[in-house]
Nanobody, 125 residues
Framework: QVQLVESGGGLVQAGGSLRLSCAAS????????MGWFRQAPGKEREFVAV????????YYSSSVKGRFTISRDNAKNTVYLQMNSLKPEDTAVYSC??????????????????WGQGTQVTVSS
């Protein structure tokens, strides 16, 4: 069955870095665009970043652009999110998601077929 399993979350001080990973199985990973979303307590889930099937295109939310980098390794069926210069407002549960579309409305949760359970990221001030 389809699985997306995130790892790499944790507690970090403001200004620090974390690298999230999302391991995929049960579908043809290289044929899916992969996104990262996050949800803070009391807030709606929001788009963070997306990468196209061959990693030729990436897009970021304005709040993370310049600090976060999304990448993928199709040989390992894994997508990554490198997060630098973390801020307390980055605190959230981070989830990866997969869509067979070439980006499409990449910022919209309804575009994505598969979701992981999420990993908690907490940034202390």
């Amino acid at each position: 069955q389809v699985q997306l399993v995130e790892s790499g979350g944790g507690l970090v001080q403001a200004g620090g870095s974390l690298r999230l990973s999302c391991a995929a199985s049960g579908f043809t990973f290289s044929m899916y665009s992969m996104g990262w979303f996050r949800q803070a307590p009391g807030k709606e889930r929001e788009f963070v970043a997306v990468i196209s099937q061959t990693a030729g295109s990436t897009y970021y939310s304005s709040s993370v652009k310049g600090r976060f980098t999304i990448s993928r390794d199709n040989a390992k069926n894994t997508v990554y999110l490198q997060m630098n210069s973390l801020k307390p407002e980055d605190t959230a549960v981070y989830s990866c998601a997969a869509t067979p579309r070439y980006l499409g409305k990449y910022y919209a949760t309804e575009e994505y077929n598969y979701w992981g359970q999420g990993t908690q990221v907490t940034v202390s001030s």
